[in-house]
Structures are given as structure tokens and as C-alpha cells.
């Protein structure tokens, strides 16, 4: 039914390594689900081989040597040919209500993706898949966890028609999850909110695997990622972007709040007019204003 897939980073850091062996662990525990992980980072390819999930080494790469975008689209669709695909960060540990989420919104949509806001939580050791397993991990990301604001997607899960030609955008850096968003608004079929039905959780790392220990955010392929989707106006497109919402398994119209209502203006000038200075003018606005998401 669906393909879950990811460019892991180098398994050589020993708490990166748990972190991403316990997310990708869940994934396989997961009914009817095929796993697809790309690159050739260090550690990878044994890691696949013990979990029993496809592996793809050969990607096509960014100058800095991050897998392309368009290239993992393309040869895990190649791979697995499923009806429903799911781009996941491999830190993302999941559970069974993301396939009742996919199920519901197929059943309701032919073109949708569902994203959603995740839970950051502190793991250090490797999980214990034992009976009972999901309900212990829920239960401590609500009690030691805290749900992470609006401001970014972990994963995006869609049907094969959707998605089908991406920009060659760089894995791990800045704007390409915004451009996913766009996409789906500009193009007409649903960006669904699913955070209320689906609970995802954050094993929570620092940036030590990037060039120079950097967030994403402040590199320079994040600059290119940015020029690929279109310009800062289209890479503020966040979860408050959302049209739609999943909520026990229903896809309903977003409920507005202040944030919200300003993004609504905000990226009506870029999807009705095609306007990125409106845009932008919006956006310096709601700075001045000090409102906040």
C-alpha cells in the first residue's frame, strides 16, 4: 500500500546511529509498508541489510555530495511501485495511525499530501520493539516531549499521481519542504494537516553531520534550494499553509487563527496573483506588527 523512503545520514555518530536505527526500525513494523533508503553514507548498507529494507546506493548528489531530490523520487518509485509514497526524515519514529491516516484520506481524495507537526523528544539508547511498544513510546513523548511549532514537516505522504516531477532539490538542507506545500496548493489537491490522527516523534540531535556543524538553514545549497522552489516567498509555505486538516479520519476545511489568517493573505497574493513582492510587502507587514506563528 505505501513506500516509506529516505537518505539517512552516515551512521559513523554513534547517537545518530541509534536515533536513525530506531526510527527506521519502526517504519519496518509497520503492516503492508515497503522501505526504500538511498545513498552510500557510511553504515547504511549494513544497517538496510540487518532491517531487511531496500537499498538504493547510486543517487545522483548536490556538489557538496547530499543526495538529490528528484533523482530519490524517481528510483524509489522505480523501486517499489506502490499506490501511496511517503518521503520521511530517518530520525522519525512512526506508528500504525500514519496507515489508518492514509487509508482515510484515500478513501476521501484522489490527489492529497498529509503532513504534520512531530513531537521532539530526548532518546539516547535503542528502543524496545516488545509488545506494547507504541503505547509506552506515545505515552513518553506526551509526558517528556513537546509537540514542535507549525515550522517545518518531517514527512509527507501522498498518492503516485502527486509529486511527479521535483526540482533537483539538495536532501537536508532548507526550502524544499516549503516547495512540497506550494506545490500542493498551487496545484490544486490537498495540503492536509494530520497532526490531530497522526502522532509522529522527533528523536532530537544536534548538527554535527552537517558542514561545519551548521543548521540547514545556513547553508549555501539552502540559497540554490530556494532559487529551485522559486524565491523566499513560496519557501515561508509552512503547516499554517495547510487548506485542509485529518481529524478523526475526516478531511475537513483548516480551522483559521490569527496566524493562520495573515498566512492566508500572505499566500493569496502568490496563489491567486502570482505575486511575490504583495507577498513579501505582507510578510515585512507582519514582522513590523511583531506577530509571531
Known sequence: MLTLFSAPKPFTDPHIATIQRNAIAS????????VVLLGEEPGLAETAQSLGVIHIPQVPRSPSGAPRMDA?????????????YAIVNADIILFEDMLTAAQNASAQRQKFVLMGQRWDVD???????????????RETAQSAGSLHRPAGSDYFLFPAACYEDIPPFTIGRAGWDN??????RQSGFAAVDATADVMIIHQNHNYAHLPG????????ETEENIRLAGGRAITRFTLLDADKRLQN?????QKLNSARLWRRLEAWSLLSLGSA?????????RKKMGRRE
Open 27 to 34: 517504519w519496518t513494523k509497520l503492516p503492508g509498508v515497503s
Open 72 to 84: 530519490m523520487f524517481r528510483l524509489t518509485r522505480e523501486a517499489s511501485p506502490t499506490p501511496l
Open 123 to 137: 532518546l539516547a539508547e535503542a528502543l524496545d520493539f516488545s509488545a506494547g511498544w507504541q503505547t509506552r513510546l
Open 179 to 184: 516547495w512540497m506545500i506550494y506545490h500542493a
Open 213 to 220: 556543524g551548521k543548521p540547514h538553514y545556513d547553508h549555501p
Open 249 to 253: 479520519g475526516h478531511i475537513l476545511p
Open 277 to 285: 513582492r504583495l507577498s513579501n510587502a505582507l510578510w515585512r507587514l
